[in-house]
Nanobody, 119 residues
């Protein structure tokens, strides 16, 4: 079984920064794509950013130039550096990973960490 645990959320003023972390643990053979999604009230679930095991990244247009996704493959951890935060970035941020285990390929979700951008 594989678990994802997010951390780093909180309350920040507009223009501020936060760094989210997501660590995977369990019976991991390898991790393919790792990603961050977010869910704001009355809005659709949104892919924020993703990164492959080789380091290829993809970003939502709404965060390009402000957010940076990175990963440490040795630690099975993905990060999301969020700069120039705006009130519309307020959401529950979820980590997602496509993980190969001894039983096959699994799509795993974390429980989420809340990010609130407000003055």
């Amino acid at each position: 079984q594989v678990h994802l645990v997010e951390s780093g959320g909180g309350l920040v003023q507009p223009g501020g920064s936060l760094r989210l972390s997501c660590a995977a643990s369990g019976s991991i053979v390898s991790i393919n794509v790792m990603a961050w999604y977010r869910q704001a009230p009355r809005k659709e679930h949104e892919l924020v950013a993703s990164i492959t095991s080789g380091g290829r990244t993809n970003y939502s247009d709404s965060v390009k130039g402000r957010f940076t996704i990175s990963r440490d493959n040795a630690k099975n951890t993905v990060y999301l550096q969020m700069n120039s935060l705006k009130p519309e970035d307020t959401a529950l941020y979820y980590c997602n990973a496509v993980v190969m285990t001894t039983t096959g390929l699994n799509n795993i979700w974390g429980r989420g960490t809340q990010v609130t951008v407000s003055s």
